[in-house]
């Protein structure tokens, strides 16, 4: 296998919040090849966002990068001079926000705002740049795109600005896509609709594709490859099907339960109790998952659990792992 695209290793993040710091993202490693699809999974506070920005490296104050590298087409983004890393930005990797709003300023016309970023990274005129963004506004399914090009931000519905945000991200012509949950803010259609748009783009211009959500079975129709997260760790990861029909990890077996499933439909529904670490108390000692999983062993609490490898292309952090193969049942989901 060749060199991956992207080579994450031991990325530490940590914010200063009530006098201490607490690690948002703990040693994470992973890597990303050309055109690979690859899924981050996580409930809200795992970290998700964050790994997001940090493989950008525009972490801002109260947070830092305090260890790891980021290695992106040979070159560590974390040690890249401003106008090096402007070049990689948007260029070579770029992000669309959970929140299309956050990456569209609202008192310029979207073809302002699209030609810039062309003119920026492609170096075209200003003709060519116009062009490119009609042409770019027609790929992402947004009818009359002559027309759209002259209209603000606040006169689009948020399907329409969640795919302005997509052909921005495109407009660089990057070679790896970072999308942090774009499905999260509208309606269950239009996320089939931008899902199928993501999955025709990345395809088309054979681009590797890094999705990130809490949604397990969105990300497991998209993705090829699936990482857990849990309290800024990684704590399983493997094939998608692999990962999501014989899960190692209980936490991971517990965000399958919660996922909603017309196949598979039930009242009340699943929920995982507890809460996420909170980074006021006590840091956790040992498996930062033990004070919710209703596996945990005495060592649990002592120890950090070490990486297991049983099968080829799926690996676990946890000292009370599922059988396998087939579903397990941790048990850690329950209703309420």
Request: overall charge neutral.
């Amino acid at each position: 296998m060749s060199d991956p695209l992207l080579n994450v290793e031991g990325l530490t993040t940590v914010y200063r919040v009530g006098g201490r710091e607490f690690a948002a993202l703990n040693d994470v490693s992973l890597t990303c090849q050309a055109g690979e699809r690859l899924g981050v999974v996580g409930e809200s506070g795992s970290g998700k966002s964050v790994l997001a920005l940090s493989l950008l490296n525009i972490i801002r104050a109260p947070g830092r990068i305090t260890a790891g590298r980021v290695v992106f087409a040979d070159q560590d983004i974390l040690h890249l001079r401003r106008r090096e890393l402007r070049r990689v930005r948007g260029g070579g990797m770029s992000l669309i926000f959970q929140d299309a709003a956050a990456s569209l300023t609202p008192v310029y016309p979207v073809g302002v705002q699209l030609g810039e970023i062309i003119r920026t990274h492609l170096s075209v005129t200003r003709a060519e740049a116009a062009r490119q963004s009609v042409q770019l506004l027609g790929q992402v399914g947004i009818p009359e795109p002559e027309r759209r090009l002259r209209a603000f931000p606040s006169e689009l519905s948020g399907g329409m600005k969640q795919r302005v945000a997509i052909a921005m991200a495109l407009a660089s012509e990057p070679s790896l896509l970072i999308a942090d949950d774009p499905t999260s803010a509208v309606d269950v259609t239009i996320q089939a609709q931008i899902l199928e748009l993501l999955r025709h783009l990345v395809d088309e211009r054979q681009l590797a594709l890094i999705y990130i959500s809490h949604d397990f079975r969105v990300v497991s129709t998209i993705c090829e490859r699936l990482l857990i997260l849990y309290a800024g760790g990684i704590v399983e990861q493997g094939d998608a099907p692999s990962v999501f029909n014989a899960p190692r990890h209980p936490y991971t077996d517990a965000l399958l339960a919660c996922s909603p499933s017309v196949e598979e439909y039930r009242f009340p529904f699943a929920t995982l109790p507890g809460n996420p670490p909170n980074p006021r108390d006590d840091p956790i000692v040992g498996c930062q998952f033990h004070p919710r999983c209703p596996r945990a062993l005495d060592v649990c609490a002592r120890e950090t659990p070490h990486e297991e490898s049983p099968t080829a292309g799926h690996s676990y952090r946890c000292w009370s792992p599922l059988d396998a193969p087939g579903r397990g049942s941790s048990a850690a989901a329950s209703a309420p």
